[in-house]
Nanobody, 125 residues
């Protein structure tokens, strides 16, 4: 069973940076497409960014493009989300998600079978 655990959330001021990590166990990480998805209080889940298993495809939502960067380290079974220039609107619980099926578009949240428990990111002055 694939398991995902997120790390790195916290409370920061606007303009700050954070790096989230998601460590995967129980599956062949090198074959997993990985995504970061967030949910703000009272709002629907929002796709943030995703990276294909072969790293040849990355898809990023317009709302974070130019500020957030996804990357992966297959030797560490870890995917990262580097978040720069954070704004109040970035406050949310951030979830790591994974899937083996590459027939779906990376930004299709319904395609992801495995999810972490989430890590809270709060941007506040």
């Amino acid at each position: 069973q694939v398991q995902l655990v997120e790390f790195g959330g916290g409370l920061v001021q606007p303009g700050a940076s954070l790096r989230l990590s998601c460590v995967v166990s129980g599956g062949d990480f090198s074959r997993l497409n990985m995504a970061w998805i967030r949910q703000a209080a009272g709002k629907e889940r929002e796709f943030v960014t995703a990276i294909s298993f072969h790293v040849q495809k990355i898809y990023t939502a317009d709302s974070v493009k130019g500020r957030f960067t996804i990357s992966r380290d297959n030797n560490r079974n870890t995917v990262y989300l580097q978040m720069n220039n954070l704004t109040l609107e970035d406050t949310a619980t951030y979830y790591c998600a994974a899937d083996f099926d590459s027939s779906y578009k990376l930004q299709d949240m319904t395609a992801y079978d495995y999810w972490g428990q989430g890590t809270q990111v709060t941007v506040s002055s």
